[in-house]
């Protein structure tokens, strides 16, 4: 069994920063790809970016230039940096992790979900 708990979420005004951080633990024997996303009031659940095991990285076209997703494989966590934060960016983000658990099968975890809201 894993576990993803994010951390990180809370209240920004338009033009600031937030750090976004999502730590999995459990019987993992490794990560695969690990990504974040998000759902806004009456909108589905989108992707915001994702991240290989390798480093390789994706994202939405709408946070490129703004956002930043890394990951620190030793402490099996997935971070999202968000800068130039706008009210759109308003939502509550789910990080996930496609997980090969110690002697059982490869599936995906999704965490939570946290609060970011922008608002002056």
């Known amino acids: 069994q894993v576990q993803l708990v994010e951390s990180g979420g809370g209240l920004v005004q338009p033009g600031g920063s937030l750090g976004l951080s999502c730590a999995a633990s459990g019987s993992i024997f490794t990560i695969y790809d690990m990504g974040w996303y998000r759902q806004a009031p009456g909108k589905q659940r989108e992707l915001v970016a994702t991240?290989?095991?390798?480093?390789?990285?994706n994202y939405a076209d709408s946070v490129k230039g703004r956002f930043t997703i890394s990951r620190d494989n030793a402490k099996n966590t997935v971070y999202l940096q968000m800068n130039s934060l706008n009210v759109e960016d308003t939502a509550v983000y789910y990080c996930?992790?496609?997980?090969?658990?110690?002697?059982?099968?490869?599936?995906?975890?999704w965490g939570q979900g946290t609060q970011v809201t922008v608002s002056s």
């Open positions: 996930n992790a496609d997980v090969h658990e110690i002697r059982y099968r490869r599936r995906v975890y």
């Open positions: 991240i290989t095991s390798g480093g390789a990285t």
